[in-house]
T-cell receptor
C-alpha cells in the first residue's frame, strides 16, 4: 500500500535559521513527488515536481531533493513569510496513474 | 485566469439537511478532483473526473455523498443528508496535464451542527 509520512509535524525556526523538512514515501512505482505550500484558510499551492532520484528543484529560498525513499525540502535563511504548512504528495504509475496521495504536512513557523 | 472558483466559502447547516458545494475549474484543465481536509485525516481524495467522466469514486465515504460534472465548466459535490462528522474543508482542484501540479480552489468550510 502506498504511504507518505512527513517529519517533523511542526517546526519553529528563527528568521535566517536554515533547516530541512522530510517526506518519506513507499510506492511500488514512483510517477512523481510533489511539494505544496498551504497558508491558513487557503488551498495548497503547487511548488515542485520531482521525478527521479538525484533530481533537485529550486525556488527562491526553497530547494527540493529526491532519493529512492524520501524527499527533503531545504529552506535556506527563512523569512517570516515562509511560515506555512508544507505538504508532499506522491503518484504511483503502477496503480493510480492520475491521482496522488498526500502526506500529513509539516507546519513551519519562522519567528522574526 | 481567476483560478479554481469554489462556492460557498463557508456553509453552516443543520444535521439532516442537504448541502451542495460548487466548483468552477480552470478552462482547459481536463482533470478535476474533490478533496476533504480535516485535522485528523489530512487531505483525502473523494472523487476525480477526467474530461467530465468520473474515474475513481472510491474515496467517497458513503452513499450520502455524490458528485457530478455536467460539463467542463462546473462540478458539484452533494451531501444528503449531512451529519456532524462531515464537517471539514472541502477543496476542488484541477490539473491541466499529467504530472503537473494541481491548482486548488480556496475551499468550502462546512460545519454541520
Amino acid at each position: 500500500e502506498d504511504q507518505v509520512t512527513q517529519s517533523p509535524e511542526a517546526l519553529r525556526l528563527q528568521e535566517g535559521e536554515s533547516s530541512s523538512l522530510n517526506c518519506s514515501y513507499t510506492v511500488s512505482g514512483l510517477r512523481g513527488l510533489f511539494w505544496y505550500r498551504q497558508d491558513p484558510g487557503k488551498g495548497p499551492e503547487f511548488l515542485f515536481t520531482l521525478y527521479s532520484a538525484g533530481e533537485e528543484k529550486e525556488k527562491e529560498r526553497l530547494k527540493a531533493t529526491l532519493t529512492k525513499k524520501e524527499s527533503f525540502l531545504h529552506i535556506t535563511a527563512p523569512k517570516p513569510e515562509d511560515s506555512a504548512t508544507y505538504l508532499c504528495a506522491v503518484g504511483n504509475r503502477k496503480t493510480s496513474y492520475d491521482k496522488v496521495i498526500f502526506g500529513p504536512g509539516t507546519s513551519l513557523s519562522v519567528i522574526p | 485566469d481567476a483560478g479554481v472558483i469554489q462556492s460557498p466559502r463557508h456553509e453552516v447547516t443543520e444535521m439532516g439537511q442537504e448541502v451542495t458545494l460548487r466548483c468552477k475549474p480552470i478552462s482547459g484543465h481536463d482533470y478535476l478532483f474533490w478533496y476533504r481536509q480535516t485535522m485528523m485525516r489530512g487531505l483525502e481524495l473523494l472523487i476525480y473526473f477526467n474530461n467530465n467522466v468520473p474515474i475513481d469514486d472510491s474515496g467517497m465515504p458513503e452513499d450520502r455523498f455524490s458528485a457530478k460534472m455536467p460539463n467542463a465548466s462546473f462540478s458539484t459535490l452533494k451531501i444528503q443528508p449531512s451529519e456532524p462528522r462531515d464537517s471539514a474543508v472541502y477543496f476542488c482542484a484541477t490539473q491541466g496535464a499529467e504530472n503537473y501540479g494541481y491548482t486548488f480552489g480556496s475551499g468550502t468550510r462546512l460545519t454541520v451542527v
